[in-house]
């Protein structure tokens, strides 16, 4: 029994649902059979940013030229559906409030002496805030969608 498991890329995706495809093929003569329509999900694990919406195997049977035996394939089908809650509100809510903080910079006046302390405070939760999420993601050559 052969496991695998396939990464998933991190940045955001305008289209939210989407099959992977993970194929075996035996080169040799061995023949492979599965054994129900339906993967088995017995040790997925539940993820906070994707639903499971469905698992299941399709067997192909491919004849080449150069040989007369059949050369068999099984290609499971894993369709995922992304939790958009999460990127709300954990990156897009954090946002908006902290700008939103910033903006009152603006209304303050300045002779309260609050400004500075105000716009600076604005700057440091941004940071941090940034750092946080730096931490959070894993580490990929592919550059996020919040800093683009």
């Given at each position: 029994m052969k496991r695998r498991s396939c990464r998933h890329q991190t940045e955001i995706k305008t289209e939210h649902k989407?099959?992977?495809?993970?194929?075996?093929i035996q080169v040799a003569q061995v023949e492979l059979a599965?054994?129900?329509?339906?993967?088995?999900?017995?040790?997925?694990?539940?993820?906070?940013?994707?639903?499971?919406?469905s698992f299941s195997s399709t067997k192909h049977v491919e004849f080449y030229s150069c040989c007369p035996e059949p050369y068999p394939d099984i290609t499971y089908t894993i369709k995922l559906k992304r939790r958009p809650l999460f990127y709300v509100f954990n990156l897009i809510l954090p946002c908006i409030l902290i700008n939103g903080i910033a903006l009152l910079v603006f209304y303050v006046p300045s002779e309260s002496g609050e400004k500075v302390t105000l716009g600076i405070s604005a700057l440091l939760s941004m940071?941090?805030?940034?750092?946080?999420?730096?931490?959070?993601?894993?580490?990929?050559?592919?550059?996020?969608?919040?800093?683009?």
């Open positions: 989407g099959p992977k495809h993970v194929t075996f599965k054994q129900t329509e339906e993967g088995d999900v017995s040790n997925y694990q539940a993820n906070g940013e994707f639903d499971l919406i940071t941090v805030f940034l750092m946080t999420i730096r931490e959070t993601l894993p580490p990929t050559e592919k550059t996020p969608l919040i800093s683009k």
